[in-house]
């Protein structure tokens, strides 16, 4: 964990946020797998990671604002517990680690909360059922209930505060990242035809494993690209298809990696691959070249969207004036997702928060056009902001069909050329940026990416 002087700090300005009552922190819990023992590999909640820097199960903590409190509950090990996990530093010491002065037993919470019943309780939206569960009986209201009840305003304390990372933040962001590059650059020379998706997808995230926390997210290594979270790792590989690798790390203080790189399974890219795969390129290009303080995400995302409608206009997928195709949302059936989302903790950071809260601030509306819909990130960009650039372009069978067969943007799309596509995949390109005073930067060390670095890796791959 970070100095607990940190962890002071960060707490000092919580406090401030909010300015009253008492704040409740669930620490998340081992959580079982196929029976009671058998458990997921545990990760902490991010936000009690970055309040407490806390690691393990079985910790909650109160912030009692108006008494000045910070007050860790736990238990201690007991014989059996050593017997089976091995000695562990005590309730008491975890609490010196981050920096807070007082200790309770678990069972202490429940009183705490009692005796205090009539204050304003903040926590923050539960997702776990367990944390729930602790909840409603802790503060007498149904299950159902729990969720609605969260404190609107310790998210916006909590966002404000995560939302900007700092040096050593980035720093370990950094180490993500490059564990994370490792892990791209084994997967373009493992792959080849006649081995399998998980051949490659077991293989990297036991780079994860072996540098870092774990991975950040389900790895996405595919040759059906074109589902833009396909976890089956089943597939042989062909020559003449592409992958999409979408995988990361997190750093042993659990902050996110998230990357993307598309190559093909043979030594080059087809003519077909390489004109969408330049094109993904240059639509990524485009909107870094403009990230800097005051520009708004959703303008990003529209810039990216311009260069695709353009493009594919050049490669006779689309038509008509390509700035009318974007405002009317019809090159979001080649790019059907948002331009990417901020990352730090939880590599879509703090979505368990409410994503408007994290990525819209007051006033801006999410837009109910499909695809821009799913844009996480449209705020404007300010400095420490660290959030994915990772334009796509994708050719989904289902959607091509049931678009033309509502002659929906007709004006727009030559569905007559597209049918040559339908065999395509997908091309995803991913990257990690920091927003500085003056622009952005690439975090981490640079990942092979352009057409000749990925073939040239390509060429001894086999
Ligand atoms: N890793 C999933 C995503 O890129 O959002
Ligand atoms: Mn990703
Ligand atoms: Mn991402």
């Given at each position: 964990?970070?100095?607990?002087?940190?962890?002071?700090?960060?707490?000092?300005?919580?406090?401030?946020?909010?300015?009253?009552?008492?704040?409740?922190?669930?620490?998340?819990?081992?959580?079982?797998?196929?029976?009671?023992?058998?458990?997921?590999?545990?990760?902490?909640?991010?936000?009690?990671?970055?309040?407490?820097?806390?690691?393990?199960?079985?910790?909650?903590?109160?912030?009692?604002?108006?008494?000045?409190?910070?007050?860790?509950?736990?238990?201690?090990?007991?014989?059996?517990?050593?017997?089976?996990?091995?000695?562990?530093?005590?309730?008491?010491?975890?609490?010196?680690?981050?920096?807070?002065?007082?200790?309770?037993?678990?069972?202490?919470?429940?009183?705490?909360?009692?005796?205090?019943?009539?204050?304003?309780?903040?926590?923050?939206?539960?997702?776990?059922?367990?944390?729930?569960?602790?909840?409603?009986?802790?503060?007498?209201?149904?299950?159902?209930?729990?969720?609605?009840?969260?404190?609107?305003?310790?998210?916006?304390?909590?966002?404000?505060?995560?939302?900007?990372?700092?040096?050593?933040?980035?720093?370990?962001?950094?180490?993500?990242?490059?564990?994370?590059?490792?892990?791209?650059?084994?997967?373009?020379?493992?792959?080849?035809?006649?081995?399998?998706?998980?051949?490659?997808?077991?293989?990297?995230?036991?780079?994860?494993?072996?540098?870092?926390?774990?991975?950040?997210?389900?790895?996405?290594?595919?040759?059906?690209?074109?589902?833009?979270?396909?976890?089956?790792?089943?597939?042989?590989?062909?020559?003449?298809?592409?992958?999409?690798?979408?995988?990361?790390?997190?750093?042993?203080?659990?902050?996110?990696?998230?990357?993307?790189?598309?190559?093909?399974?043979?030594?080059?890219?087809?003519?077909?691959?390489?004109?969408?795969?330049?094109l993904v390129y240059n639509a990524q290009k485009a909107a870094i070249n403009s990230l800097?303080?005051?520009?708004?995400?959703?303008e990003v995302h529209l810039i990216a969207s311009r260069t695709f409608a353009e493009g594919?206009?050049?490669?006779?997928?689309?038509?008509?004036?390509?700035?009318?195709?974007?405002?009317?949302?019809?090159?979001?059936?080649?790019?059907?997702?948002?331009l990417?989302?901020?990352?730090?903790?939880?590599?879509?950071?703090?979505?368990?928060?409410?994503?408007?809260?994290?990525?819209?601030?007051?006033?801006?509306?999410?837009?109910?056009?499909?695809?821009?819909?799913?844009?996480?990130?449209?705020?404007?960009?300010?400095?420490?902001?660290?959030?994915?650039v990772?334009p796509?372009?994708?050719?989904?069978?289902?959607?091509?069909?049931?678009?033309?067969?509502?002659?929906?943007?007709?004006?727009?799309?030559?569905?007559?050329?597209?049918?040559?596509?339908?065999?395509?995949?997908?091309?995803?390109i991913?990257?990690?940026?920091?927003?500085?005073?003056?622009?952005?930067?690439?975090?981490?060390?640079?990942?092979?990416?352009?057409?000749?670095?990925?073939?040239?890796?390509?060429?001894?791959?086999?």
């Amino acid at each position: 964990m970070f100095d607990a002087k940190i962890y002071i700090e960060r707490r000092k300005r919580l406090k401030e946020f909010v300015g009253s009552g008492i704040l409740l922190f669930p620490g998340n819990n081992d959580v079982p797998m196929n029976y009671p023992a058998n458990q997921y590999h545990f990760r902490q909640d991010s936000s009690f990671l970055y309040f407490f820097g806390i690691d393990e199960p079985g910790f909650n903590v109160i912030i009692d604002i108006d008494e000045d409190k910070t007050i860790l509950f736990g238990d201690d090990f007991e014989i059996d517990d050593i017997i089976w996990m091995g000695d562990q530093p005590t309730v008491r010491e975890r609490a010196e680690s981050a920096g807070i002065k007082d200790t309770a037993t678990s069972k202490e919470l429940n009183h705490y909360i009692k005796k205090n019943g009539k204050r304003k309780i903040h926590y923050l939206p539960p997702y776990r059922a367990d944390i729930i569960l602790m909840i409603s009986e802790l503060l007498e209201m149904s299950p159902e209930r729990v969720k609605e009840n969260a404190s609107i305003d310790l998210i916006k304390a909590v966002v404000s505060l995560r939302e900007k990372k700092s040096v050593e933040e980035i720093e370990e962001i950094e180490r993500a990242v490059n564990i994370t590059r490792e892990m791209h650059i084994t997967a373009m020379k493992m792959a080849k035809p006649g081995i399998y998706e998980r051949d490659i997808a077991g293989a990297i995230e036991g780079i994860a494993l072996s540098k870092g926390a774990n991975i950040s997210f389900p790895v996405i290594l595919t040759v059906h690209g074109e589902t833009l979270h396909n976890h089956y790792h089943g597939n042989k590989l062909e020559e003449g298809r592409l992958i999409i690798n979408d995988s990361g790390a997190e750093s042993l203080l659990h902050y996110a990696g998230d990357i993307t790189r598309t190559f093909p399974v043979g030594k080059k890219f087809t003519h077909r691959q390489k004109d969408i795969y330049t094109l993904v390129y240059n639509a990524q290009k485009a909107a870094i070249n403009s990230l800097k303080p005051g520009v708004s995400y959703k303008e990003v995302h529209l810039i990216a969207s311009r260069t695709f409608a353009e493009g594919l206009k050049d490669l006779g997928l689309m038509k008509g004036n390509p700035e009318d195709a974007v405002s009317e949302g019809a090159h979001a059936l080649f790019f059907p997702h948002g331009l990417g989302h901020m990352m730090g903790l939880d590599v879509h950071d703090m979505e368990n928060l409410g994503e408007d809260f994290v990525g819209y601030k007051e006033g801006l509306k999410r837009s109910s056009q499909f695809g821009l819909a799913y844009l996480r990130l449209a705020k404007e960009l300010e400095p420490g902001f660290v959030f994915t650039v990772e334009p796509g372009l994708y050719f989904i069978p289902k959607l091509i069909d049931l678009w033309k067969g509502e002659n929906k943007f007709i004006d727009f799309i030559n569905y007559e050329k597209l049918e040559e596509y339908k065999d395509f995949g997908g091309v995803r390109i991913e990257d990690d940026y920091l927003v500085t005073e003056t622009g952005a930067r690439l975090l981490g060390e640079p990942i092979p990416k352009t057409v000749e670095e990925i073939e040239d890796i390509r060429s001894s791959a086999y």
